[in-house]
C-alpha cells in the first residue's frame, strides 16, 4: 500500500478510536485490535502527528500513582473524520471501477 494513503488512513483511525471519549495508548491500540494491528512506536508517532497539525490535545492524569496521557479529538480533528467520509465515498467509487470486470472486449 501506498505509505502516504497508509499514514492518512491511520491518522483517522485513531481520531476515530477517541472521537467519542478521551482514551490513552494502551487503550486506543485495543479498541482498534479487531481492526487493525498498530504498534505502540507507530501509534505514539501517530499522536504527536495529530497533536502537531492541531487534530487533538493530550492532558496528563495519574491513574494508579502512575501520570497517564490521555487523548482528546479536537474541532479540527472532527472535521478531519468528516471530510474522510465523504472522501472515501470517491476512493470507493475508483475501487469499484478499477475492480468491475470489462465485458466489451
Known amino acids: 500500500m501506498d505509505v502516504q ?3 492518512g488512513l491511520l491518522d483517522v ?4 478510536a477517541i472521537k467519542s471519549e478521551d482514551s490513552y495508548g494502551y ?3 485495543k479498541d482498534m485490535k479487531p481492526y487493525i494491528e498498530l504498534s505502540e512506536s507507530t501509534l505514539y508517532t ?3 502527528r495529530l497533536e502537531n497539525a492541531g487534530m487533538l490535545t493530550v492532558r496528563s492524569a495519574e491513574h ?3 501520570l497517564r496521557k490521555y487523548y482528546h479529538i479536537t474541532k479540527k480533528g472532527a472535521r478531519r473524520l468528516e471530510e474522510f467520509k465523504d472522501e472515501w465515498k470517491e476512493v470507493v467509487s475508483i475501487y469499484q471501477f478499477v475492480m468491475k470486470e470489462n ?3
Open 103 to 105: 465485458h466489451h472486449e
Open 5 to 7: 494513503l497508509k499514514r
Open 13 to 16: 483511525c485513531v481520531l476515530a
Open 46 to 48: 501517530i499522536l504527536k
Open 27 to 29: 487503550k486506543i491500540i
Open 64 to 66: 494508579d500513582g502512575r
